[in-house]
C-alpha cells in the first residue's frame, strides 16, 4: 500500500519511496547519533559532576559511546540493492534510538533533583536543543519523532509533579513538549510535502504525455539499471517491442485524434497484461511501445506475448460512432545475462527491433522471438 502521504498517482514502487526515505533519515541522522557522549562530556566536566559523581559520569559516558558506535554502524549498514536489508534497518532504528533518548531524558529528570544549578542549567540547555533538532532529523518518521520527544521529556515531566513537586516546572515543560509535538508534526509535513512535490516532477520528467506510460527516457535509463542487476546473479532478461499494425492507415481514414484515442487503448491493454509491478512498459515512440521483462526467459516471454496479442486483436476500441479493432506485431529478445556489457542494452534492444521486422515482414499480427545462443554466441530468430 503507498504512503498515504504521497498522492497516489505519483508513487510507481513502494519500495523505491521506502529506500529513499530511509537514505533521507540516514542523512539526517548522521551526525545526530554522534554527539550526545561530546555534550554529556560537556555538561559534565563543565558542571563538576564527573569529579562530584564519578561512577555516573563515567558509566552515562560509555553508555553513550556505545551506543553512538552502534547506531553509526547500523546507519552505515543501509544497502539500497536489498529490499529486506531496508525493512530490517527500519525496523531497528526505535531499538537503537531508545537507549540514547531515553537515557538523556533520565538524567535531565535526575539533574532537576540535584543541588548543583550548573548541572541543571547545562542539562536544561541542551535538552532544549537537542529535542527540535531530534525531530527534524527524524521528519520522515513522524513516530519516531513523537516517542523521542516523549522519552526526552516525560521523565522530567513525571519527576517534577511526583518528587519536587514543581507544579510550574511540570507545567512549563508540558508546554513545551506540546509545542515540539507540534514541531515535529509541521516538519513531518514539510518533509513529506516537498518529497511529494520532487515524485511529481520525476513522473512527468519520465512519463508519456499522451498515454500516461514511461517514456523512451526512463525505458533506456531503466533497461541499463537492469541489465547490471541481471547480471550480478546471472538472471533472465526479456526487452521486446510491440508495433500497432497499419497505425498509419488508422490516421489517415480517421483522423489523428483517433488515433490518439488507440494509443491510449493500447496503453491500457498492455498495461492489464502486466500485472508484475517489477514488468516495464513504455511508449517508445510513434504507435511503438517497449516492455522489459526481469526474470523472464523465452518461454516466458512466448506466453506474455501471445496473451498481449491476442488481447488487443480480440479488444476493439469502441467510440460513439465506430468499433474499430486493432492487431499488433511483437519482436522479443530474451537472455540469461552473464557479465554486463557496456553495449548490452542496446543490443538487446536493437535483436528484438529485428524480430519485430520479421514479424511484420512475415504478416503481421504475430510475435517473433529472439534468444541468445550460448553456444555460438548470437541471436537466433525463433518464429511464433
Known amino acids: 500500500m503507498n504512503d498515504p502521504k504521497l498522492s497516489e498517482d505519483v508513487v510507481g514502487s513502494h519500495l523505491e519511496v521506502d529506500v529513499r526515505v530511509a537514505f533521507d533519515t540516514q542523512k539526517r541522522m548522521a551526525l545526530g547519533v554522534l554527539i550526545y557522549p561530546f555534550i554529556w562530556l560537556i555538561n559534565g566536566i563543565g558542571s563538576g559532576i564527573f569529579l562530584e559523581q564519578p561512577l555516573l559520569f563515567w558509566g552515562a559516558l560509555c553508555l553513550f559511546v556505545i551506543v553512538a558506535a552502534i547506531r553509526w554502524l547500523h546507519l552505515r549498514s543501509l544497502s539500497r540493492d536489498d529490499g529486506f536489508n531496508i525493512k530490517r534497518w527500519k525496523s531497528w532504528l526505535i531499538w537503537l534510538l531508545m537507549p540514547h533518548s531515553l537515557l538523556w531524558g533520565g538524567l535531565f529528570a535526575y ?128 526487452v521486446a517491442i510491440v508495433d500497432c499494425d497499419f497505425f498509419k492507415k488508422i490516421n489517415d481514414s480517421h483522423g489523428h485524434d483517433v488515433g490518439d484515442q488507440c494509443l491510449k487503448h493500447l496503453a491500457t491493454l498492455l498495461t492489464k ?27 516466458g516471454a512466448r506466453l506474455v506475448m501471445e496473451r498481449i496479442r491476442q488481447r488487443i486483436e480480440s479488444t476493439p476500441l469502441k467510440l460513439a460512432d465506430i468499433n474499430l479493432s486493432m492487431t499488433v506485431s511483437i519482436g522479443s ?46 541471436y537466433l530468430i525463433l518464429d511464433s
Open 273 to 299: 497484461c502486466l500485472p508484475r509491478t517489477t514488468d516495464i512498459c513504455a511508449r517508445f515512440g510513434g504507435e511503438e511501445f517497449s516492455l522489459i521483462l526481469p526474470g523472464t526467459d523465452v518461454e
Open 111 to 238: 539533574s532537576l533533583q540535584q543541588p548543583n544549578s550548573m548541572f541543571l542549567m547545562l542539562m536544561t540547555f541542551s535538552t532544549a536543543g537537542l529535542v527540535p533538532g531530534g525531530t527534524d532529523n527524524f521528519a520522515p518518521n513522524l513516530k519516531l519523532g513523537v516517542f523521542f520527544v516523549l522519552s526526552m521529556i516525560l521523565p522530567a515531566i513525571l519527576v517534577t509533579l511526583s518528587v519536587t513537586h514543581q507544579w510550574a516546572m511540570t507545567l512549563l515543560l508540558l508546554v513545551y513538549m506540546f509545542f515540539i509535538l507540534d514541531l515535529a508534526k509541521r516538519q513531518s509535513q514539510a518533509y513529506w510535502g516537498s518529497l511529494n512535490n520532487e515524485l511529481v516532477l520525476a513522473k512527468l520528467s519520465r512519463t508519456d504525455a499522451l498515454t500516461q506510460l514511461d517514456n523512451r527516457r526512463f525505458f533506456d535509463e531503466k533497461l541499463n539499471e537492469l541489465c547490471h542487476l541481471t547480471s550480478r546473479n546471472h538472471e533472465k532478461i526479456t
Open 333 to 378: 529478445v530474451s537472455r540469461v545475462v552473464k557479465n554486463y556489457e557496456t553495449n548490452l542494452p542496446t543490443q538487446l534492444f536493437k535483436e528484438a527491433d529485428k524480430a519485430l521486422y520479421r514479424a511484420k515482414e512475415t504478416g503481421r499480427n504475430r510475435c517473433v522471438f529472439c534468444v541468445y545462443d550460448e553456444v555460438s554466441k548470437d
